[in-house]
C-alpha cells in the first residue's frame, strides 16, 4: 500500500506564461478548456466551473524557456472516455495547432503537443485498469507503441463541441529532473507515492494503484539546474486528499524526512528536489 492517501488526485496546476492573453486563447479555443475567469494578469480555467483545473500566470519580464533545464516536460490532461479523446484531436486538428507525437503505452493512448509558450502538453485517455499489463515483480508494464490515429479518430463526430469533455482533469504531471533516482526518493519515500513502473533514466509514481500521477526522466536535464523563475513553466501542483486526516498525515511525514512543509491558506507547500512547488489539500480548502 502506498503512503500517501489512495484518493490522492491532481486538483490543478498553476503555469507562468510570456503572454497570458496568447495562452488563455490556446487553452480555451484549441484544447477546448472553459475560461472561468480573468483578471490582473491570471486567467484560470476548467472544464468544469467549479473545480478550476489550470491557472495562467503572467510572468512580469519573461525570459526564453530552456529546454535543457530541469522543470516542466508535460501536463497531461485525462480524458473520460476514448471518444472525448478524440474530439479534443479533431478540435486541435481544426485550430491548426501541430501535433509532436501519438503513442500507445499499453495503460493509456496519448498524444503530445507544447502550448505557445513550448510548455509540453499530453492529452490521453486510460485503458481500463484490469487491462494493465504487469511486471513479473508486480508492477505495471509501460511501453511506447505507435498509436492507431484512425481508429481513434472514428470514435468522434466529424464536429466536435467547442468545449472538453465534463470530467476532463490533469491525470499526471511529468517533470524534467537533474537526478531520477535523488527525485524518485523524495516522492516515493518522504510523499508517499509507490513507483509504478521505471524505464531507463525515468520513473513513474502513483497513488491508490493508478499508473503514475507523477513522472520524472532526466532525458534532457541530467545534472541540470532548475529553469529560472523568470521562464515560462510550472509553478504550482496542487493535489487534492480525501480530508483533513489525510493531509495531517502528509505533513507529518515529511516532517519526519526533514522536509519542512509550511501552511498557507489551509494548504501545505513543500519543494522537491529540484525546487518544483507542490501544494496538498483537503476538499474545500
Not at 57 to 66: E, G, K, V
Not at 86 to 114: F, M, N
Not at 231 to 252: I, W, Y
Amino acid at each position: 500500500m502506498s503512503g500517501i492517501d489512495p484518493a490522492l488526485r491532481i486538483r490543478s496546476v498553476t503555469l507562468g506564461v510570456s503572454d497570458v492573453s496568447r495562452s488563455a486563447d490556446f487553452y480555451e479555443h484549441a484544447l477546448g478548456l472553459p475560461l472561468i475567469t480573468r483578471e490582473n494578469g491570471t486567467a484560470v480555467l476548467g472544464a468544469d466551473p467549479g473545480r478550476p483545473a489550470l491557472v495562467l500566470r503572467q510572468l512580469a519580464q519573461p525570459a526564453p524557456l530552456s529546454p535543457g533545464a530541469s522543470g516542466l516536460y508535460h501536463v497531461a490532461w485525462l480524458h473520460p472516455s476514448r471518444a472525448a479523446l478524440a474530439d479534443t484531436l479533431r478540435r486541435l486538428a481544426r485550430a491548426r495547432w501541430p501535433l509532436e507525437g501519438a503513442s500507445d503505452h499499453g495503460v493509456s493512448e496519448a498524444v503530445y503537443l507544447s502550448d505557445p509558450d513550448g510548455l509540453g502538453i499530453e492529452i490521453y485517455a486510460d485503458r481500463p485498469s484490469e487491462r494493465w499489463a504487469r511486471t513479473p515483480a508486480g508492477g505495471i508494464e509501460m511501453v511506447t507503441l505507435p498509436l492507431d490515429l484512425e481508429d481513434l479518430l472514428a470514435q468522434s463526430a466529424s464536429e466536435p463541441p467547442v468545449t472538453i469533455e465534463p470530467g476532463t482533469g490533469v491525470g499526471h504531471v511529468h517533470l524534467k529532473v537533474s537526478d531520477v533516482a535523488r527525485a524518485s526518493r523524495f516522492y516515493d519515500h518522504d510523499v508517499g507515492l509507490d513507483e509504478q513502473a521505471r524505464l531507463p533514466s525515468a520513473s513513474f509514481l502513483g497513488a491508490g494503484g493508478y499508473h503514475h500521477h507523477v513522472g520524472l526522466n532526466s532525458w534532457q536535464s541530467m545534472g541540470a539546474p532548475r529553469a529560472p523563475d523568470t521562464a515560462p513553466g510550472l509553478l504550482e501542483v496542487l493535489f487534492e486528499l480525501s480530508g483533513e486526516r489525510a493531509l495531517t498525515e502528509v505533513e507529518r511525514r515529511l516532517a519526519e524526512r526533514g522536509d519542512e512543509p509550511r501552511e498557507h491558506e489551509g494548504r501545505l507547500l513543500v519543494l522537491d528536489p529540484d525546487g518544483q512547488t507542490l501544494a496538498f489539500a483537503a476538499p474545500g480548502s
